[in-house]
């Protein structure tokens, strides 16, 4: 546990385990209200805590994607050694990410290059992903192979994936926010949002206008420009903050009873509800996609699982079923692997 956080949150997860611990020895034999699950559970998210960075991006066209930096949802480096790969169907595959390990943080274990993960069209976009690491010798813009030409969708796991294929290849036109920005300057505002506020008949008009000289607005892929300052990641259900509530009413309860043999169960609940409130204060944002981190446990456990190398939730509208979330896992032993569930 202590290895993936800092070390003041390392404390905090020890002292909130033993607290959980010994709350559950203490009363296992009461009939108190304990609710003895949900701390449980508790106590194995808090030990699946871990640092992760959360992720910046900027909305680009597809041809405005450094294809050699960190993507998501759009061109990656592609060559003759490592082109384009296609699925067991012979279809070809959809990128769903590429991580420039140069870009990193902080070194992760043996990743050095570029490390992509392709999702697969074949049995209806179920079969496992492609993950492939590129050395940084292999990669070098002179190298660049085109982007491929395809017309048809991407049938694959994240709807829409790579709906920009379609139109990378075509005369590239502004997004309809540049589009609406330039004509916002005209009428002195800074930004289409800021027509939108003040004006908001005008910026209609400059949509429509969008939408009868260019069509549809362009799809945005995703450049990775940063990773934020790492935060601790951990996964803490309503269930178990309404668990964590119920000990402090019932801490409350038992202090107005005043009874003396209720002693050592009133110290252990105020030290686990201190305990508690001191592993929130070491938690950051959750903010996802991250780099590292945890995730939301919706069909498997974190403690069942290595450690993420990037936790994705929705990207967009674009979601993983129903409300799922995906992680591709990394480890020198057992090298890369990608899970994903949804409700």
Not at 239 to 249: G, R, T, V
Request: aromatic share 8%; charged share 25%; proline share 5%.
């Amino acid at each position: 546990m202590s290895s993936h956080l800092t070390e003041s949150a390392s404390r905090a997860a020890i002292k909130l385990v033993e607290a959980i611990d010994a709350l559950l020895v203490a009363t296992s034999e009461t009939k108190l209200p304990i609710p003895s699950d949900d701390l449980e559970h508790l106590r194995t998210r808090v030990q699946s805590a871990r640092q992760g960075c959360p992720i910046e991006w900027e909305e680009r066209a597809s041809q405005e994607i450094d294809r050699l930096g960190s993507v998501v949802l759009g061109p990656v480096f592609t060559s003759q050694a490592y082109p384009w790969p296609r699925d067991a169907n012979g279809q070809p595959m959809a990128p769903l990410c590429q991580l420039n390990s140069t870009q990193f943080p902080k070194a992760i274990d043996d990743i050095d290059g570029l490390v992509q993960v392709w999702l697969s069209q074949a049995d209806g976009g179920y079969e496992s992903p492609l993950i492939r690491l590129i050395p940084p010798s292999e990669v070098d813009s002179a190298l660049l192979t085109p982007v491929i030409g395809h017309d048809e969708d991407f049938d694959v796991l994240l709807p829409e994936a790579a709906d920009w294929v379609r139109s990378h290849h075509e005369e590239q036109k502004p997004t309809k926010n540049q589009f609406i920005t330039a004509g916002a300057a005209k009428l002195g505002h800074s930004s289409a949002q800021e027509l939108e506020e003040a004006d908001w008949d005008e910026w209609l008009r400059l949509a429509e206008e969008y939408g009868d000289t260019y069509g549809d607005d362009v799809v945005r892929c995703y450049q990775i420009t940063a990773y934020e300052q790492a935060g601790i990641y951990c996964d803490i259900t309503l269930d178990q903050k309404s668990a964590m509530a119920s000990l402090e009413k019932l801490h409350k309860k038992l202090v107005k009873k005043g009874d003396a043999g209720d002693e050592d169960i009133v110290r252990l609940l105020a030290s686990t509800s201190a305990a508690y409130q001191d592993w929130l204060s070491q938690l950051g944002s959750q903010t996802y996609p991250c780099l590292l981190g945890t995730f939301q446990e919706i069909q498997y456990r974190a403690a069942d699982k290595g450690a993420p190398l990037i936790c994705f939730e929705a990207i967009g509208m674009r979601e993983w079923g129903d409300g799922g979330n995906a992680q591709v896992f990394y480890s020198k032993d057992e090298g890369f692997s990608f899970e994903w569930s949804c409700f």
